[in-house]
C-alpha cells in the first residue's frame, strides 16, 4: 500500500517530525475533502454523514467497518477487518494513527462540534476497532 510506504519513508527520512507531519498533513487533507466526499455521497452534514463518510474511506484504506449502535448523539463503528496483523507487516501504530488523523479531520470538516475517539484498538489486543463518534447538540 502507497500510504504505509509514504509513512516509513518519512519515519526514516525526517525521523519522528517527519511522522508528526505527516500525521498533520493527513488531518489538514481530512478536513480539505470533507465536504467534498460527503457532497459526492449525497449525505447530511450530520452524525450519520459523518459514520457514512468514514465507513466509505475505511474501504480506501482496506479496513471493513460498520456500524453497530446509533442514536441522536452518538454513533458506535466496529472494524473487525483492516491490515493490521495481516499480510502488510509494515502497517504499524503510527500507521493507525495517521490514519485516525485523516478521520479527525473528515469529522471535523463535516461537524465541528463533534467528537472522534477510539475506544478499542486492535494494536492494543482489542478484537475490534471502536470509533465513536459524538455530538454536543449545540451548532
Not at 459523518?50 to 465507513?55: D, G, P
Request: hydrophobic share 35%.
Amino acid at each position: 500500500m502507497i500510504y504505509v510506504n509514504t509513512l516509513e519513508i518519512m519515519q526514516e527520512k525526517y525521523g519522528k517530525d517527519g511522522v508528526n507531519n505527516l500525521n498533520e498533513v493527513m488531518y489538514n487533507i481530512g478536513i480539505g475533502q470533507s465536504t467534498e466526499i460527503l457532497e459526492m455521497l449525497d449525505l447530511e452534514r450530520d452524525l450519520e454523514g459523518c459514520a457514512y463518510v468514514l465507513l466509505a474511506m475505511h474501504r480506501v484504506f482496506g479496513i471493513k467497518s460498520k456500524i453497530v449502535h446509533k442514536d441522536n448523539h452518538k454513533i458506535v463503528i466496529h472494524a473487525r477487518k483492516c491490515r493490521w496483523g495481516g499480510h502488510l507487516t509494515k502497517w504499524n501504530v503510527r500507521t493507525c494513527l495517521s490514519i485516525d488523523n485523516y478521520e479527525a479531520g473528515l469529522i471535523e470538516g463535516i461537524l465541528p462540534l463533534s467528537k472522534h475517539e477510539y475506544t478499542k484498538r486492535r494494536s492494543r489486543g482489542d478484537d475490534v476497532c471502536e470509533l465513536v463518534i459524538s455530538f454536543s447538540g449545540n451548532s
